[in-house]
């Protein structure tokens, strides 16, 4: 099985903008809902966003709806995640995550497999 391997992570200041990238490598995506979570050292990892397998549906985490995102090209197999606005509180290691289904309401365990994940670092 291929590899899920996240990208565009760095240091920005507070209500800068960053896109991360999220390549599927040897496998395709396509047919999957796709994710993305975070998480801050100490704490577990938390839900951001996800995208059902067309791209036209979307669901956000509380805490980052109206900033935040998530879109997805089938054709080049990569899903990414528009941050805008950004905050101190959004440091933290983003991952990639394929679904095991798509829902408009987040819920533990939906997750299958994660990237290695791409550090954020929000300045104020």
Same mark, same amino acid.
């Given at each position: 099985?291929?590899?899920?391997?996240?990208?565009? /992570?760095?240091?920005?200041?507070?209500? #800068? +903008?960053?896109?991360?990238?999220? $390549?599927? %490598?040897?496998?395709?995506?396509?047919?999957?809902?796709?994710?993305?979570?975070?998480?801050?050292?100490?704490?577990?990892?938390?839900?951001?966003?996800?995208?059902?397998?067309? /791209?036209?549906?979307?669901?956000?985490? #509380? +805490?980052?709806?109206?900033?935040? $995102?998530? %879109?997805?090209?089938?054709?080049?197999?990569?899903?990414?995640?528009?941050?805008?606005?950004?905050?101190?509180?959004?440091?933290?290691?983003?991952?990639?995550?394929?679904?095991?289904?798509?829902?408009?309401?987040?819920?533990?365990?939906?997750?299958?497999?994660?990237?290695?994940?791409?550090?954020?670092?929000?300045?104020?």
């Amino acid at each position: 099985q291929g590899q899920l391997v996240e990208s565009g /992570g760095g240091l920005v200041q507070a209500g #800068d +903008s960053l896109r991360l990238s999220c $390549t599927a %490598s040897g496998r395709a995506i396509d047919t999957h809902p796709m994710g993305w979570y975070r998480q801050i050292p100490g704490k577990d990892r938390e839900f951001v966003a996800m995208i059902n397998y067309s /791209g036209r549906f979307t669901t956000y985490a #509380d +805490s980052v709806k109206g900033r935040f $995102t998530i %879109s997805r090209d089938n054709a080049e197999n990569m899903v990414y995640l528009q941050m805008n606005s950004l905050k101190p509180d959004d440091t933290a290691v983003y991952y990639c995550a394929q679904m095991k289904y798509f829902s408009s309401q987040y819920s533990e365990g939906m997750a299958d497999s994660w990237g290695q994940g791409t550090q954020v670092t929000v300045s104020s």
